[in-house]
């Protein structure tokens, strides 16, 4: 089973940028498709972007433009590159190996404890 640890998360103050990161062990992700979630407080965890093992990615309208997912298929690493940070980004984010399938990013039951990011003035 995939184990994962992410880091990065910080706080931040709005318009900035942070670089979040996934280290994975237990298996390969290059056989995966990725992605990174989030979840805000007393809000369900939401899908933020998705990378498949080919590289093609894909975005939640509210961060396109603005985040950056990227993977390391060598390292076993998935990033998430933040830009123009926003109050509404706050929440912990928590990176996910699983399957891209018609149009849909279905999750494996495999969460790291995830990294918290908070925007705030």
Known sequence: QVQFVES?????????????SCAGSGTLFSV??????????????????HIVRRGSTGYADSVKGRFTISRDNAKNALYLQMNSLKPEDTGVYYCNAGQYSG???YSTNSWGQGTQVTVSS
């Open 8 to 20: 990065g998360g910080a706080l931040v103050q709005p318009g900035d940028s942070l670089r979040l």
């Open 32 to 49: 995966y498709d990725m992605a990174w979630y989030r979840q805000a407080p007393g809000k369900e965890r939401e899908l933020v972007a």
């Open 103 to 105: 149009g849909k990013y």
